[in-house]
């Protein structure tokens, strides 16, 4: 089995053999682009060595010297030859993209003797000496597990012994102790050396990057992302060009487009006289790309040809990492972009208007689950005139949150347990940093730019980020921070806006995002493909509204029980369910109807010819009555019967099994005024705003929870005789349709019996999911858990349709419903309607319209739209 490949060598080999940079690199290599040369060590052979029962590298030492011996010829220098030295980095590169999480080690091929040889062939000792400390440092790291931290320490320490600010302050002299010191740190921390023999350096480098991919934020980040823990990953082994090197030298990392905004244009950050991660570190705080325009004005178009030639070549938008050294631009990596979801739809807009992808293509870019990202939280404006701002700084990652402050990762998970809402604030993160941004509402940093590794995190999770704040200075170890010079104590509330970049004290009051242009038009291209409708569930003419807002084709669900839980209006209801007499409920339900007249009226005008269902009265009526002592006692005031007597008419009503009791047509075929009191309000509300606004109105009246053709048809009829009545006394005429939820396993069997009374089907899956399994949604929590665990049911059945079981009783009532009427309109109401992947399968079976809560509209409509590319 081959290993290891040359850059380019193999063109069959894609991301799951080379990993991502590896593929890339050897994408480059073809395209002729300034790519450092090397070769790249298969995922295959990581998967070789962590399988292994005893991790061994040997089976690959022969193919790497050999490669070695290529790349030397390549570049005609020679590993571990003082006089003529090769330098390699060795990196880490998964199949699919993990920033930050593994590592890489730089300057690889120094030692005692070469790193001499590489001063003399420079002429400069100190660039040769400051590259040798780096190694020992991220070689200790990396492969002796020794904590960066601990080698910081020693630089500022040094630094302060020297009295100097920069690193670049300190003299030779002064690097060759640091060197020194760093080779103590190996004995103390492990009793190790760091390795003189260049071949040992590259061999255990190569093992650590193995090694790494197990690492606990590796595994964190692939949790989090769901990417499979099996794949291993790729080592890249490339010869090192120096952005520290002197003169006009420097690294930096770049967007061909905004990763915030999604705007055009080349977005990032350099540093003159820099290496590999100083950037992305935050260490020292770098410059916007622009600058280069005006420092090195050739090499800055030189670049902004090469980032463009990329965007063009993969189609998307690029982040690249480049290093200049002395004058000549090398590029050192390009992926396609971490983004935040404002962006991405922003970006996949804009490349279908430049002609580089088609709106296909774009669609299936973007994921429903972003879409909540995009419809990220601002602060309100009032809000924010009279906050006041703590500190500024670089807005990373869109969003507002407000939160209590933390300094550790740890400290902050722990009170995220509590329940708190925290913001993780730092001098920077780094990637051993992550389960605590998991959990963290915002992230703010002192240090570090655009790109640091704060902000591509936070925008990888859409959660808001603030970075490079240089008006506060943290102090983690006495758990407090000086904003702008005001002290914050651990746990003290902060606002922060990250489209701004504004830090404000205190709690700010928020308002949901407005829709943005980009994911309206993505959008509208869904709805012009989808095929199947996304309609809205929403009662209260505020969710109404935004469900249309949000693009919704109509209501699926208006579920009417949720309008009788005003004080007054629960009084009412249980006037009604109380009574004794059919007259005492009648008087009562006459109160009612006035209040559901306009709760309709509200519903139509908005919804004006758009369809609109009504769901009639469905839960057991005890779920309106008093259960505690006072209340009871005070309602048997208010009706001027005793408490006694009170108590015995709510007893009477108590079921074992509520949610299959008494509920849902059962109450209409035992108490049929209240099915004819709530029809009259909407036919009667209906027809006063089809007069007032001139639009045809044709109200939909579903009745929940039919199991027996017979009860369709005896409610059916009940309607039916209510509706006619009273359009023959207005003298008016309306048409109007009357369907009936499928929820109980029986109606979908009889489906063909039930259709001959039904205008439309509803699933309501809720209680099919509840009914088909036996499961009752209210207690499932107490063992759900442990049947995702032993993986009993894979996924929990109320957020995602069961298909084989809950999906084949709907088959079975959608083809024996349509055998009975072909045109029957069938939709799905349940939590599953506005889940993606119940979406794909609903349209599979051939249901119309999803309707889902309005805030899972838009996400509805993306999925909608994806199922037809
Ligand atoms: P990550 O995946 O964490 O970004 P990389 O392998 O890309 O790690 O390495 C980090 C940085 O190290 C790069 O951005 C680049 O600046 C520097 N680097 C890596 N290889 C080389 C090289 N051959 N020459 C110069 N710099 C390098
Ligand atoms: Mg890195
Ligand atoms: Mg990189």
Redesign the pocket.
Known sequence: MKYIYAFAEDQTLTNTELGG?GANLAEMTRLGLPV?A?FTITTAACRRYLNADQPDGEFLEGELMKALQRLEAKTDRQFGNPDQPLL??V???APISM??M?D?I?NLGLNDQTVDGLARKTHNPWFAYDCYRRLIQMFGDVVYGIEKSVFEAELTALKREKQVENDTDLSLADLKQLIQRYQALYQSADNAQFPQSVTEQLNLAVEAVFKSWLNSRAKTYRRLHEIDATMGTAV?I??????NYQGKSG?G?AFTRNPATGEAGLFGEYLLNA???DV?AGIRTPDPISTLSDQLPAIYEQFKGLANQLELHYKDMQDM?F?IEDGQL?V??TRNGKRTPQAAFKIAVDLVTEGLIDRQTAILRLKPAMIEGVLHPVFDPKALEEATMLVSGLPASPGAATGTIYFDAQQAQRANEAGESVILVRQETSPEDIDGMVVSQAIVTSRGGMTSHAAVVARGMGCCCVVGCSQLSVDAERKQANFNGQILKEGSTISVDGHTGRIYQGALKQQTGKQQTALNTILEWCDEIAPIDVWANAETPKEVATAFEFGAKGLGLVRTEHMFFGPERLFKMREMILADELSDRQVALTALKELQLADFKAIFELAQERPCTIRLLDPPLHEFLPHEEADQIALAKDLQISTDEIKRRIAAKVEVNPMLGHRGSRLAVTYPEIYQMQTLAIMESALAVQLKQGHAITPKIMLPLIGTSNEMDLLRQLLVDTIDEFLEEQGQEMDYHIGTMIEVPRACLVADQIAVSADFFSFGTNDLTQMAFGFSRDDIGHFIGVYEEQQIITKDPFQTIDQDGVGALMQIAIERGRRTKPELSIGVCGEVGGDPDSIAFCQSLGVDYVSCSPYRVPSARLAAGQVAV
């Open positions: 940079k450092p090397g390699v980095s990196r880490s590169g920033p930050g593994m890489t730089l890249n490339q010869q090192m060009v120096f952005g690294t990392v290496q590999g991660e992305v990492e290093t090398y050192l990596q």
